[in-house]
């Protein structure tokens, strides 16, 4: 029976979606967010209901369709390609430049469809008034550590957990030299293709090309603050938080809305280990990342199609997803000038970390549902904690959720330090264990002297 249940095609995510007319832009995304292990994840144990029984603002219709989708595509017992009719409904009146059967752009469906998700699952219940104090005093890694916190402050979520990264832009005066930082946050990043005269780029290129200084002159004359004048300026992206999956964008359309022409070029992209470090804010972030799915454009501005190359989560072979037809591929043919929206996944060391994150994942979120916890432990618990990057003890909790939002270099055994920490941090959550732990010691400490007297 076992061996039936992973033979049927089913149980592994290889079911197609059918074409509603013009809907390959959909199906191609749906199939990329089909085989992202932890969106999948949160959508077959069901956990995305506890975040909608938490949603007061009452539309919760697109997550539930999404995640019935996902749900057929995993679990139904036939292998016939799935109608995703009902939620074509949902993501219509969520966004109705999406009505009708018109060809969309794939890369734009996935910032409404994400959007759409994060908010009917958004953690926060009552948004912060105002924007608190001014932040341009601090250091710039602590700008943006706050910064982030503001962030989550307001939108926080599975989605975000998983998609969202920070950008850190910096302008420098070239007069006086004042630099002045601005952060945002980024659900994916939009990738010029690099022009080398030639066939082919590299994505790396592409990524140089989109974090290369700029400057800005003439019209575009920044205010500086220092000289307290219109100056040029030179502005230089750098990525201050890696989210835990990155999608990549390749502007092949001219115009996103009015498609003038497209670009084929070849853009040789890693399957395996693409090494973004050297575009981060800071050296000890983890950077390195994964090829999972790409959602393919073919054909020209006009007349178009999409499909998906995915990797499947389970077996790791991939899959060639062109709407109800899903079939096996070989490795070798992913990387096509078709590609359009690449999406990776941050490594992690071990399967042994995977698990133990999940762990902590549940840790986090029983904490989460408790308001009295200190705001940066809550930014701690939606972050997933490896033990092995857990920080050095002795930490305050800034520096934990710094650690956190940056990433640590390996600190083995750090585990249950770490938890005293939390303890102490959030004083009422551990109390329960904290107690058995304390008493039990307490005991054997009682017991111990005693024992020897007994016997004797
Ligand atoms: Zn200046």
Known sequence: FKILFQNSKSAQGLVGLRNLGNTCFMNSILQCLSNTHSLRDYCLHNAHRRDLNNNTRGNTALMEEFAKLIQMLWTSSGSEAVSPSEFKTQIQKYAPRFVGYNQQDAQEFLRFLLDGLHNEVNRVTVRPRGHGEDL????????????????????????????????????????????????????????????????????????????????????????????????????????????????????????????????????????????????????????????????NHSGTTMGGHYTAYCRNPASGEWYTFNDSRVTPMSSSQVRSSDAYVLFYELTTSSPEGRRDMLTWSCVGNSLCGRRNVFANMRAYVHVRVKPEHMPPTGNNADGITSSMHHGWSSRPGCTFLFRIVSTLKTKTCYTSEFCFWFFLVGFCIHIFPRLGRWVG
């Not at 700008?143 to 975000?160: A, Q, T």
Request: proline share 4%; glycine share 4%.
């Open 136 to 295: 341009d005093h601090l250091p710039d890694d602590e700008k943006g550590k706050r910064m982030w916190n503001r962030y989550l402050e307001r939108e926080d979520s599975k989605i975000v957990d998983l998609f969202v990264g920070q950008l850190k832009s910096s302008l420098t005066c070239t007069e006086c030299g004042y630099c002045s930082t601005v952060f945002d946050p980024f659900w994916d990043l939009s990738l010029p293709i690099a022009k080398k005269g030639y066939g082919e780029v590299s994505l790396m290129d592409c990524v140089r090309l989109f974090t290369k200084e700029d400057v800005l002159d003439g019209d575009e004359k920044p205010t500086c603050h220092r000289c307290k004048a219109r100056r040029r300026c030179t502005k230089k992206f750098t990525i201050q938080k890696f989210p835990k999956i990155l999608v990549l964008h390749l502007k092949r359309f001219s115009e996103s809305r009015i498609r003038t022409s497209k670009l084929s070029t070849f853009v040789n992209f890693p399957m395996k280990d693409l090494d973004l470090r050297e575009f981060a804010s800071e050296n000890s972030t983890n950077a390195v990342y994964n090829l999972y799915a790409v959602s």
